[in-house]
């Protein structure tokens, strides 16, 4: 039988779920992987990747290289005592947490090569192909005897 995707494989217990998200889950509990959708566009030059990040703000997000990975992280907090501006809160559904996403780009990108932008909830990177170099031909040790 399918399903439309937005269901998980086990719907009646999503469904049956009535409890709370807990503050100590990740940022959007279970369904954080669904969160940033990621678009990958190849161009001319190299790949522009498109992530959505709803929600976030822009010092929010972060993007570093390590090990040839492109890791991007967006973390959300709330202040526990904000006050609402007129009367009081009886139930919040907004909470803290943090997601984040790996891609491999190559071990010959830089961070001074990718140029990222972030607007309307997109972070959109621009990233050049990692060229392959090319191997060396075999050369041999000469052996006098």
Same mark, same amino acid.
Do not use: C, W
């Given at each position: 039988? $399918?399903?439309?995707?937005?269901?998980?494989?086990?719907?009646?217990?999503?469904?049956?779920?009535?409890?709370?998200?807990?503050?100590?889950?990740?940022?959007?509990?279970?369904?954080? *992987?669904?969160?940033?959708?990621t678009d990958l566009k190849?161009?001319?030059?190299? $790949?522009?990747?498109?992530?959505?990040?709803?929600?976030?703000?822009?010092?929010?997000?972060? *993007?570093?290289?390590?090990?040839?990975?492109?890791?991007?992280? *967006?973390?959300?907090?709330?202040?526990?005592?904000?006050?609402?501006?007129?009367?009081?809160y009886l139930h919040r559904?907004?909470?803290?947490?943090?997601?984040?996403?790996?891609?491999?780009?190559?071990?010959?990108v830089t961070e001074e090569?990718?140029?990222?932008?972030?607007?309307?909830?997109?972070?959109?990177?621009?990233?050049?192909?990692?060229?392959?170099?090319?191997?060396?031909?075999?050369?041999?040790?000469?052996?006098?005897?």
């Open positions: 039988m $399918y399903t439309p995707s937005i269901f998980s494989n086990n719907f009646f217990d999503d469904f049956m779920n009535f409890s709370f998200p807990d503050v100590e889950k990740t940022l959007y509990g279970k369904h954080a *992987a669904h969160m940033m959708s190849e161009t001319e030059n190299g $790949y522009e990747m498109s992530i959505d990040l709803p929600g976030f703000k822009k010092d929010e997000v972060t *993007a570093h290289l390590k090990d040839g990975y492109l890791i991007v992280s *967006a973390e959300k907090g709330l202040d526990k005592d904000e006050k609402a501006e007129d009367g009081k559904e907004r909470y803290a947490g943090s997601m984040s996403r790996s891609y491999y780009v190559g071990k010959g090569d990718i140029h990222a932008k972030y607007e309307n909830g997109i972070l959109t990177l621009q990233i050049p192909k990692d060229e392959k170099k090319p191997v060396d031909e075999k050369k041999y040790i000469s052996i006098e005897g």
